[in-house]
């Protein structure tokens, strides 16, 4: 037979295990995703980060772009630098939502 110290042992062991399934359920992560690439002498940064979605380019040659543009509301932002300087374009999105990311340069 099981003494009582145990039994209690258990259920609290129990306790805390639910509790920590609980939890993990309902913790809410940030959604983080994000992509490098180095197009045409370029650096172009771009993904999603706490509620914003964004593209950063920099080029040390050339007068270059970046945009972000909503696949839900088409909202836009358009960033422009000269060479050595980087541009920067950043929108608000809402959970789920899906963006576009673009660079350019002259």
């Not at 110290?5 to 399934?21: C, D, P, V, Y």
């Not at 309902?26 to 370029?42: K, M």
């Not at 940064?45 to 509301?73: F, L, P, Q």
């Not at 088409?74 to 300087?85: I, P, V």
């Given at each position: 037979?099981?003494?009582?110290n145990?039994?209690?042992e258990n ?12 939890l993990t ?5 940030p ?14 940064a ?21 945009s972000?543009i909503?696949r ?23 959970k ?6 673009y660079?350019?340069?002259?």
């Amino acid at each position: 037979m099981v003494s009582r110290n145990r039994k209690k042992e258990n259920i609290t062991k129990k306790s805390f295990a639910l509790l920590g399934a609980i939890l993990t359920m309902f913790t809410v992560i940030p959604t983080v995703a994000a992509w490098t690439q180095y197009p045409d002498g370029g650096v172009w940064a771009y993904g999603y980060r706490s509620g914003e979605a964004y593209s950063n380019y920099y080029h040390g040659k050339k007068y270059h772009y970046s945009s972000v543009i909503s696949r839900k509301d088409a909202d836009s932002s358009r960033g422009e630098a000269e060479a050595t300087k980087t541009s920067y374009a950043t929108i608000k999105i809402g959970k789920d939502e899906k963006a576009a990311f673009y660079y350019d340069y002259d």
